[in-house]
């Protein structure tokens, strides 16, 4: 079965940092573009940050740029996005997505697969 699950999510204070995980099975994430997104509660869904597949370009939300980081680990077949310098607003539930088709520009990519979510609750 094709799916992708996050992991990771917690409270964590303001100014604090914390990294989720995007894990696999069925899916080589290498191959894959690989995006994040959020929702928060009464809002829609938002793009955070993607990666693409073939180069590993990596593009982020300008509400998360220079605090955020996407990355890729081949050998775990895992994508993580380590979040730091962490806001109030940033609270949400985040969700991990991929794509197996080959993208050099994931910004709007629509995904085939998607995780259940993770919360994120920032809060002192």
């Known amino acids: 079965q094709l799916q992708v699950v996050e992991f990771g999510g917690g409270l964590v204070q303001p100014g604090g940092s914390l990294t989720l995980s995007c894990a696999a099975s069925?899916?080589?994430?290498?191959?894959?573009?690989v995006g994040w997104f959020r929702q928060a509660p009464g809002k829609e869904r938002e793009w955070v940050s993607c990666?693409?597949?073939?180069?590993?370009?990596?593009y982020y939300a300008d509400s998360v740029k220079g605090r955020f980081t996407i990355s890729r680990d081949n050998a775990k077949n895992t994508v993580y996005l380590q979040m730091n310098s962490l806001k109030p607003e940033d609270t949400a539930v985040y969700y991990c997505?991929?794509?197996?088709?080959?993208?050099?520009?994931?910004?709007?990519?629509?995904?085939?697969?998607w995780g259940q979510g993770t919360q994120v609750t920032v809060s002192s």
């Open positions: 990666i693409t597949s073939n180069d590993g370009a990596t």
């Open positions: 997505a991929a794509d197996a088709n080959t993208y050099y520009y994931c910004p709007g990519v629509q995904y085939d697969y």
């Open positions: 069925g899916l080589t994430l290498e191959y894959c573009a």
